[in-house]
């Protein structure tokens, strides 16, 4: 049969009609719950009732104009976000890959002005930045990159959590411009690094005038139990990317940006038909308030901790396990063998995990996560690693 649609993706043979909190339902009736938020983006849960009554207003009023005009709700998400954040001002894209080529973009154009010709970029080995040409070339996976050379030029890659490789780099080259890099890498395989890193890093760019630059769009709005990851090592970053959790599943992204940063596009260097625009804008400011009103963050902090203490209770003595580690509600079960199985498996058992870097459980589950569907999720995915472990015994 013609498939109409470009065969991009391995889809799971499951189509969801209807969500409701961390719930999900299939065609056929069935139940699932959803540990994986559509990949950290419905953080407040499916048809939260907040964003569904803000979305159904403004789409009676005003769903997009242009960014040639003013724009009441994009102004409005701006004061809201970048004071949630502390960052000074913000680019409304559509995606996190949009918005990581702004925050290139802006480190370009930051450089040469400086004077500094050929501007690189520090990025890490296992990092995911996006699927654009510049985004991917970024990305430090070569499966992501594969067939799409020639790559965009101007970054320079490092090991992740590696300050020598970073310092050699920062003593070699003389024409780095900034650091791009996750607070923890989530497609890398929910990569923590040591608690120092961040600082180290914030430090480095500080004593070389580089800018960092954070992409938190999977590590952002609460979902390591604080608003942002980086706030963890209480350092603040000067450009700072978010998409995924920011509108609950209405497409945005956003690039922020603070101090001199902040102040590094003018008109004409950058834009987007989209971006911003005031059905989006409405979203995304609803999450925050409600994000802030229910105490999400800290929600997520302390479900995180139960997870990872109920996991590591249940799993222990496998020594199949390499590893369990998380913060908040961004949670990885690292097995010794490839476990890409253990997705169908857990769609059967009626529970949506996520398998990366090929032997990382991913769970991601809504910040909404209740008590019940805690424990839901612990004896399912529990069940899931003890029966898959004993089928490859055998
Ligand atoms: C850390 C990070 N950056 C960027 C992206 C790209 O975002 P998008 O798919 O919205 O372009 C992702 C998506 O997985 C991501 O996890």
Redesign the pocket.
């Known amino acids: 049969m013609h498939d109409p649609l470009m065969a991009t993706y391995k889809r799971l043979p499951v189509t969801f009609v209807r969500g409701e909190g961390a719930w999900l339902w299939d065609t056929d009736g069935r139940r699932y719950l959803d540990a994986l938020s559509g990949?950290a983006v419905c953080g407040l849960g499916h048809a939260h009732p907040a964003v569904r009554e803000a979305l159904c207003e403004q789409a009676g009023l005003l769903i997009h104009t242009s960014n040639l005009y003013q724009i009441a709700e994009q102004q409005a998400l701006g004061e809201v976000l970048t004071a949630y954040s502390g960052m000074d001002r913000v680019f409304f894209a559509n995606?996190?890959?949009?918005a990581?080529e702004a925050a290139i973009k802006l480190a370009r154009l930051h450089a040469h002005r400086k004077g500094v010709k050929e501007p690189g970029i520090l990025v890490m080995e296992g990092s995911?930045?996006?699927?654009t040409l510049a985004?991917l070339s970024a990305t430090g996976n070569r499966k992501v990159q594969a067939g799409f050379e020639p790559l965009v030029q101007g970054f320079v890659r490092v090991p992740y959590d590696d300050m020598a490789a970073v310092e050699t780099a920062a003593a070699n080259r003389q024409n780095i411009a900034a650091i791009l890099v996750?607070p923890i890498q989530?497609?890398g395989g929910i990569n923590i690094p040591a608690a120092g890193y961040l600082p180290r890093l914030r430090a480095l760019c500080d004593a070389h005038g580089w800018l960092l630059m954070l992409?938190e769009?999977?590590t952002g709005m609460g979902r390591t139990g604080l608003p942002f990851a980086h706030q963890h090592s209480g350092i603040q970053p000067d450009v700072m990317t978010l998409?995924?959790g920011l509108a609950n599943g209405v497409p945005i992204?956003a690039c922020l940006a603070r101090g001199a940063a902040a102040d590094v596009f003018g008109p004409g260097n950058h834009g987007s038909t989209f971006g911003g625009n005031p059905l989006a804008c409405r979203a995304a400011r609803t999450v925050i308030e409600t994000l802030t009103r229910e105490g999400l963050a800290g929600r997520a902090a302390a479900m995180g901790e139960y997870l990872l203490e109920g996991f590591r209770r249940r799993l222990e003595g496998r020594p199949e396990v390499v590893d369990i580690r998380g913060r908040g509600l961004m949670l990885g079960i690292e097995l010794d063998r490839p476990c890409a199985d253990l997705v169908p498996q857990g769609l059967a058992a009626g529970l949506l995990i996520n398998v990366t870097a090929e032997r990382v459980i991913r769970l991601l589950p809504p910040l909404i996560l209740d008590e019940a569907q805690a424990e839901l999720l612990l004896d399912g995915v529990a069940d899931l690693v003890g029966t898959f472990l004993a089928g490859a015994a055998h």
């Open positions: 990949i995606s996190g890959a949009e990581n995911f930045h996006g699927r985004t996750e989530g497609e992409d769009i999977q998409a995924k992204g």
